[in-house]
């Protein structure tokens, strides 16, 4: 489809930022110009994004009229109620019947084919109620999952619906965060245990902070948005150094997976998504830790991010009311602007900009609640380009740490300010693949040594998306490229002193050799699990790599891989390290860390057979 003249016109005036190179403003569109080679904009076309699908029905004399605005769309609507209050995880139960999209646009009768022995949460008795629906196209392929809130017995009107939410996050001893979206701007009411808080404005995005409570215990919580009201509860966190039991779960890599029906949601692998869900709150986990490649991604239009990222959210939802979800960033969440010949394909692709509304950090941060407690950006570091102005995209909430009794967990950001296109970073300048760059890399070493310091905190985990040692996959980069330490990113033209090796080499040093409460590293990326052995006897370079330049590591910790949530599978690699890898599997898995005190179990599972993956003592007392 072809771009609209308003994107022209909007891309033609976006300013470039002073961290890129080559990259100027065209006739019409932005232009990469290098050794004679024009590259002009790929400009993001008009597809389907979370705004075809939220406030797409409207109210009818006997039920629901949904218009998509896309004419092309052809496909089934499936739809029924969600009965709030009848089970702890309400879903919709979809209803015998179907509706014919035709057009970009469905109906459905609620009046006369939903009533009687089929009124399962007494609408025709209270008045209103709230369904799910579920977009199909022609193809089979899931589009979306939402729901509607609506009033009367016929006609029936549109009310404010919670379509996001709620979800339980930054949970501390003596309080959380509720978030959630509604449909329309509202004022809404959270209660938890004798506190009220009304909202005094109202907003679409909500987030409701709570403070003043008990440490670990148990509080239901009630959202009121409008005249609907739904309950949950959740747990605040032990007072730091309690050493009390419990456990915290982790995995990567959700994105769409093959087998077709809900192993793609558009962009997400809802199903394994919400088994691993699933098996997290059989296991009553007190967190949950997700870093990165939530969803396909590498898209150009925002709108449609947000879609993908809404399918993702739907997946944990029914679980995500109860606990909390850390979520970091990983390749896959890439919000690019892409560059092509003349009738050629995309050969250039940079993180989009303007940075402070469409990079994909600010997108990611716009659609998740982390902690604010992480570097500002990469300005200020040796290679800013202005030092008085803000060049680089924000670290905020996908650069963070938090506690949780006796843990404490370092998340960072191995994509930050990602260009896909890696050959021609050289060109644009770019973030690389794997890298951590120099702020956050300062900012890592003063996390490590406050954590170090902290008598309340025993164990430390990091986590990155992309491994220090891939072994499927990825040894092709992430942080090895098959042990060439030349690539690196690039800033305005001019490369960072260093190497890919180097950068990993001084991260090891810090959580190894300067740190005694690290234990393990949790990535993902590469499609598989695996627990890899990092110590002193562990071979961590080619033959060909300077001696002068290696480090010796003084202690062994652990590499973590856990990209099995669902994404498509890589198979094993030999890399110089394999002998000190174990329980390499493509199966789908959901690791489960039980802290008790000083000792810390590994417990990995299969979330669809249940079945054990692996079980290790990572510490024991």
Same mark, same amino acid.
Request: glycine content about 8%; some cysteine; hydrophobic content about 35%.
């Given at each position: 489809?072809?771009?609209?003249?308003?994107?022209?016109? *909007?891309?033609?005036?976006?300013?470039?930022?002073?961290?890129?190179?080559?990259?100027?403003?065209?006739?019409?569109?932005?232009?990469?110009?290098?050794?004679?080679?024009?590259?002009?904009?790929?400009?993001?076309?008009?597809?389907?994004?979370?705004?075809?699908?939220?406030?797409?029905?409207?109210?009818?004399?006997?039920?629901?009229?949904?218009?998509?605005?896309?004419?092309?769309?052809?496909?089934?609507?499936?739809?029924?109620?969600?009965?709030?209050?009848?089970?702890?995880?309400?879903?919709?139960?979809?209803?015998?019947?179907?509706?014919?999209?035709?057009?970009?646009?469905?109906?459905?009768?609620?009046?006369?084919?939903? *009533?009687?022995?089929? /009124?399962?949460?007494?609408?025709?008795?209270?008045?209103?109620?709230?369904?799910?629906?579920?977009?199909?196209?022609?193809?089979?392929?899931?589009?979306?999952?939402?729901?509607?809130?609506?009033?009367?017995?016929?006609?029936?009107?549109? /009310?404010?619906?919670?379509?996001?939410?709620?979800?339980?996050?930054?949970?501390?001893?003596?309080?959380?965060?509720?978030?959630?979206?509604?449909?329309?701007?509202?004022?809404?009411?959270?209660?938890?245990?004798?506190?009220?808080?009304?909202?005094?404005?109202?907003?679409?995005?909500?987030?409701?902070?709570?403070?003043?409570?008990?440490?670990?215990?148990?509080?239901?919580?009630?959202?009121?948005?409008?005249?609907?009201?739904?309950?949950?509860?959740?747990?605040?966190?032990?007072?730091?150094?309690?050493?009390?039991?419990?456990?915290?779960?982790?995995?990567?890599?959700?994105?769409?997976?093959?087998?077709?029906?809900?192993?793609?949601?558009?962009?997400?692998?809802?199903?394994?998504?919400?088994?691993?869900?699933?098996?997290?709150?059989?296991?009553?986990?007190?967190?949950?830790?997700?870093?990165?490649?939530?969803?396909?991604?590498?898209?150009?239009?925002?709108?449609?991010?947000?879609?993908?990222?809404?399918?993702?959210?739907?997946?944990?939802?029914?679980?995500?009311?109860?606990?909390?979800?850390?979520?970091?960033?990983?390749?896959?969440?890439?919000?690019?602007?892409?560059?092509?010949?003349?009738?050629?394909?995309?050969?250039?692709?940079?993180?989009?900009?303007?940075?402070?509304?469409? *990079?994909?950090?600010?997108?990611? *941060?716009?659609?998740?609640?982390?902690?604010?407690?992480?570097?500002?950006?990469?300005?200020?570091?040796?290679?800013?380009?202005?030092?008085?102005?803000?060049?680089?995209?924000?670290?905020?909430?996908?650069?963070?740490?938090?506690?949780?009794?006796?843990?404490?967990?370092?998340?960072?950001?191995?994509?930050?300010?990602?260009?896909?296109?890696?050959?021609?970073?050289?060109?644009?300048?770019?973030?690389?693949?794997?890298?951590?760059?120099?702020?956050?890399?300062?900012?890592?070493?003063?996390?490590?040594?406050?954590?170090?310091?902290?008598?309340?905190?025993?164990?430390?985990?990091?986590?990155?998306?992309?491994?220090?040692?891939?072994?499927?996959?990825?040894?092709?980069?992430?942080?090895?490229?098959?042990?060439?330490?030349?690539?690196?990113?690039?800033?305005?033209?001019?490369?960072?002193?260093?190497?890919?090796?180097?950068?990993?080499?001084?991260?090891?040093?810090?959580?190894?050799?300067?740190?005694?409460?690290?234990?393990?590293?949790?990535?993902?990326?590469?499609?598989?699990?695996?627990?890899?052995?990092?110590?002193?006897?562990?071979?961590?370079?080619?033959?060909?790599?300077?001696?002068?330049?290696?480090?010796?590591?003084?202690?062994?910790?652990?590499?973590?891989?856990?990209?099995?949530?669902?994404?498509?599978?890589?198979?094993?690699?030999?890399?110089?390290?394999?002998?000190?890898?174990?329980?390499?599997?493509?199966?789908?898995?959901?690791?489960?860390?039980?802290?008790?005190?000083?000792?810390?179990?590994?417990?990995?599972?299969?979330?669809?057979?249940?079945?054990?993956?692996?079980?290790?003592?990572?510490?024991?007392?």
């Amino acid at each position: 489809m072809e771009a609209s003249l308003s994107s022209r016109l *909007s891309a033609q005036s976006v300013k470039v930022p002073a961290v890129h190179s080559n990259i100027e403003s065209g006739a019409e569109q932005l232009e990469v110009s290098v050794n004679n080679t024009l590259y002009k904009e790929v400009l993001a076309e008009q597809t389907i994004g979370l705004n075809n699908f939220v406030n797409s029905a409207k109210g009818t004399k006997d039920g629901l009229a949904f218009n998509f605005n896309l004419p092309w769309l052809e496909g089934t609507l499936y739809y029924g109620f969600i009965p709030y209050g009848d089970s702890k995880h309400p879903q919709p139960v979809f209803f015998k019947r179907d509706a014919e999209i035709s057009g970009g646009k469905a109906q459905m009768n609620i009046k006369d084919q939903m *009533s009687g022995r089929y /009124d399962m949460i007494g609408w025709a008795k209270n008045g209103k109620g709230t369904l799910g629906y579920r977009v199909m196209n022609q193809h089979g392929l899931i589009l979306y999952e939402g729901r509607v809130s609506f009033t009367g017995t016929g006609p029936f009107k549109i /009310d404010a619906t919670v379509v996001e939410g709620p979800f339980v996050d930054c949970v501390h001893p003596s309080g959380a965060t509720i978030s959630f979206e509604t449909n329309k701007k509202v004022k809404a009411t959270l209660s938890v245990g004798d506190q009220v808080i009304e909202e005094d404005k109202a907003k679409t995005h909500h987030e409701i902070v709570l403070s003043d409570l008990a440490a670990n215990t148990a509080f239901q919580y009630t959202l009121t948005v409008g005249d609907n009201s739904q309950s949950y509860s959740f747990t605040t966190a032990p007072e730091p150094g309690e050493r009390k039991p419990f456990i915290f779960a982790y995995a990567s890599d959700s994105r769409s997976g093959q087998g077709g029906g809900e192993r793609d949601v558009y962009g997400a692998n809802y199903y394994i998504m919400k088994k691993i869900m699933a098996l997290a709150s059989l296991k009553e986990i007190s967190f949950m830790q997700f870093s990165g490649d939530l969803i396909n991604g590498y898209l150009n239009n925002v709108d449609e991010t947000h879609l993908q990222y809404a399918n993702w959210k739907r997946a944990i939802e029914p679980f995500a009311h109860y606990f909390p979800v850390y979520i970091s960033m990983g390749n896959h969440e890439a919000l690019v602007r892409n560059f092509a010949k003349e009738g050629g394909r995309p050969a250039i692709s940079v993180d989009r900009f303007p940075y402070a509304t469409e *990079s994909a950090e600010a997108i990611f *941060s716009a659609n998740f609640v982390n902690p604010h407690n992480g570097p500002a950006s990469e300005d200020g570091a040796s290679y800013d380009p202005n030092k008085k102005k803000t060049d680089f995209p924000s670290y905020e909430e996908n650069v963070f740490s938090y506690t949780y009794d006796n843990v404490g967990v370092i998340v960072l950001n191995s994509d930050y300010w990602y260009a896909p296109s890696t050959p021609a970073i050289k060109l644009t300048s770019g973030g690389l693949h794997g890298y951590i760059m120099d702020q956050q890399l300062a900012w890592l070493e003063q996390e490590l040594a406050k954590l170090e310091a902290d008598a309340n905190i025993d164990h430390v985990f990091i986590t990155q998306h992309t491994p220090c040692f891939p072994n499927g996959g990825h040894v092709q980069d992430d942080m090895w490229y098959n042990g060439n330490n030349q690539y690196r990113p690039y800033v305005s033209g001019k490369a960072l002193e260093k190497g890919i090796i180097e950068r990993r080499d001084q991260i090891l040093d810090l959580l190894v050799n300067k740190s005694q409460k690290v234990l393990a590293i949790m990535t993902g990326d590469e499609h598989n699990y695996a627990r890899t052995e990092i110590g002193p006897d562990t071979p961590i370079y080619t033959d060909a790599y300077p001696e002068e330049q290696r480090i010796q590591l003084s202690r062994t910790i652990y590499q973590v891989n856990n990209g099995a949530a669902g994404a498509p599978y890589y198979s094993q690699e030999q890399t110089p390290w394999s002998d000190k890898v174990s329980g390499f599997t493509t199966q789908n898995a959901l690791v489960l860390f039980h802290v008790e005190g000083k000792k810390v179990h590994m417990e990995v599972r299969n979330p669809d057979t249940l079945e054990e993956v692996d079980s290790f003592t990572l510490r024991d007392e």
